[in-house]
């Protein structure tokens, strides 16, 4: 089965600050992972996606991931923090079955 | 803009009754996911459909169905609707069938239903 984990459902950071959002994920078959934003009243969009060809991944917006096996750990991270990226943020991993699982989502506030 | 649609933005209903939210894929998409979010149950897998066919199940109740469309379009169908079915429903579409492997789910707007 497959999960993921997302430590702190809360992260408040400056302006310009390093963004940390920690994603852990449980699989029994090797994963595929996922980082998606959602900005309030709106869907969810890709931010960056791990399929086993590169373990640091570049997304949008000046995100990246790096898919640590010997953690599980998939943790996001922007070097820095810009006020539009406040929103919500979500881990997922699929495996077998053609399933999703979503972790709980982590708020990222940005303090001017 | 993602290029999915969903209809209708907002839904308020009773307790009891059934509803029909509608999702149109990207063009070109031929798999659509649907998931529900809620406040207590985070975000959930509900079904996928790959070109008119069931393709995955997850978290859906049986008083839940959907189907998709041969134009690819596709309903979610909530039935004897509880309080605690309130959340919000969002629809994805991907180009292929393995959608959650390493094609890049397209989500829409949502609909979010309000059961009094």
């Known amino acids: 089965a497959q999960s993921v984990t997302q430590l702190g459902s809360h992260v408040s950071v400056s302006e310009g600050a390093l963004v940390l959002l920690r994603c852990n994920y449980s699989?029994?078959?090797?994963?595929?992972l996922f980082w998606y934003v959602q900005y309030p009243n709106q869907g969810l969009q890709l931010l960056l996606k791990?399929?086993?060809?590169?373990?640091l991944v570049k997304g949008i917006n000046g995100f990246e991931a790096e898919f640590k096996k010997s953690e599980t750990s998939f943790h996001l991270t922007k070097p820095s923090a810009h006020m539009s990226d406040a929103a919500e943020y979500f881990c997922?991993?699929?495996?077998?079955?053609?399933?999703?699982?979503f972790g709980t989502g982590t708020s990222l506030t940005v303090i001017p | 803009d993602s290029g999915v649609t969903q209809t209708p933005k907002h839904l308020i209903t009773a307790t009891g009754q059934r509803v029909t939210l509608r999702c149109s894929p990207r063009?070109?998409?031929?798999?659509v996911y649907w998931y529900q979010q809620s406040l207590d149950q985070g975000l959930q897998f509900l079904i996928q459909?790959?070109?008119?066919?069931?393709?995955a199940k997850g978290n859906i109740l049986e008083r839940f169905s959907a189907q998709q469309f041969p134009d690819l379009h596709s309903e979610l169908n909530l039935s004897s609707l509880e309080l605690g079915d309130s959340a919000l429903y969002f629809c994805?579409?991907?180009?292929?069938?393995?959608?959650?492997?390493?094609?890049?789910?397209?989500f829409g707007p949502g609909t979010r239903l309000t059961v009094l």
């Open positions: 994805a579409s991907s180009v292929g069938a393995s959608g959650t492997n390493t094609d890049t789910q397209y």
């Open positions: 699989s029994s078959v090797p994963p595929y």
């Open positions: 791990y399929t086993s060809a590169a373990t």
């Open positions: 997922a991993v699929s495996g077998t079955g053609n399933q999703f699982y």
């Open positions: 063009s070109g998409d031929l798999s």
């Open positions: 459909y790959y070109n008119g066919e069931e393709r």
